[in-house]
């Protein structure tokens, strides 16, 4: 989603990925609710560098030096 700043972008993904979590657990699907959100957790702790430069509104080049 192209996003006019980095936080907004950050936030929408956030949203989006809570809603999708709680519709598997309204849904009755409370283990992949949990396993989807541990998974969420465990990619933005990996990701932590992607996630700080959008939060201080800078672009993310990944691997690239």
Do not use: C, I, Q
């Amino acid at each position: 989603v192209a996003a006019p700043e980095w936080p907004l972008r950050l936030l929408l993904e956030w949203a989006l990925f809570a809603w999708a979590v709680w519709a598997l657990e309204d849904l009755g699907y409370d283990a992949g609710a949990w396993l989807l959100a541990g998974v969420l957790v465990a990619h933005y702790l990996v990701s932590y560098d992607r996630t700080v430069a959008m939060l201080r509104n800078r672009p993310y080049k990944g691997f690239v030096k």
